[in-house]
């Protein structure tokens, strides 16, 4: 009989296969977020991933950072266990510290030099729960420090982010998924109050404490931002 951890492997295995087929440069982009970091932290830095899944990021940061260590969270227990066997057996463990939780709950008081958050904040409604979740990364963040933040952007009132939608289903399709996929994927990603604008992203990261706002990449719907913990 396949234990449970087996059967949460093949789904985050599949999860992994699944993400890099549905996102363009899906693996690429914990390489382009270090290429920023690198250019801006210590020898020695902390490094927090808010979100970190089935642990891609960290493993990638891990295996070219061997000077760093990491703490991971996520409230998804599944997700977690697979980032921690994804991580032993990268060799990382000893590196990297897990956390099943909300950056909210994370233990004691300490603050990173950086942190991640990959495809997380465009899933939570535009209530509060988005600003909660900025603030928590900026006050676990030394001053100075930088969040990088990947997420679904647009704005439903303008033909462009239409447009970008239905590009983004034109790659899905290219990559040979399903027309089941693409009705997934215009569904869930055109989520009124979870999908925001630039402009209401910028303001949310100016409220919880950030400034320095720079795009670093953006395909399709995807976009990312460096952000710095105001002085
Ligand atoms: C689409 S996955 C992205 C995972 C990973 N960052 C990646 O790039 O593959 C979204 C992750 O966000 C986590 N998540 C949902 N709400 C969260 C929250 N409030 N704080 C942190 N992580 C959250 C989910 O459990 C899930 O693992």
Do not use: N
Not at 35 to 52: I, N, Y
Not at 138 to 161: I, M, N, Q, W, Y
């Amino acid at each position: 009989m396949k234990s449970e951890l087996h059967e949460r492997f093949q789904e985050a295995s599949q999860y992994d296969t699944m993400m890099k087929r549905l996102f363009a440069a899906y693996e690429q982009l914990p390489l382009i977020m270090l290429s920023h970091l690198r250019t801006r932290l210590p020898a020695e830095a902390r490094v927090l991933d808010v979100g970190c899944g089935s642990g891609s990021a960290l493993g990638a940061f891990a295996a070219h950072q061997p000077d760093w260590s990491f703490v991971g969270v996520d409230p998804s227990a599944a997700m977690v266990d697979v980032a921690r066997a994804k991580l032993a057996s990268a060799g990382a463990s000893d590196r990297v510290s897990l956390v099943v939780g909300t950056v909210e709950s994370l233990p004691g008081e300490e603050a990173f030099d950086a942190a991640t958050a990959i495809l997380v904040e465009h899933l939570l409604p535009d209530d509060g729960t988005k600003l909660r979740l900025l603030e928590g990364v900026c006050r676990r963040l030394v001053p100075g420090g930088c969040l990088l933040l990947a997420s679904l952007r647009g704005d439903l009132g303008e033909a462009k982010t239409h447009s970008a939608l239905e590009a983004w289903l034109e790659f899905i399709a290219l990559q040979g998924l399903p027309p089941e996929t693409q009705a997934m994927v215009r569904q869930r990603a055109i989520v009124e109050d979870s999908l925001v604008s630039e402009a209401r992203i910028l303001e949310l990261l100016e409220h919880a404490g950030f400034a320095g706002m720079e795009r670093i990449y953006q395909v399709h719907l995807l976009d990312a931002l460096l952000a710095s913990k105001a002085f």
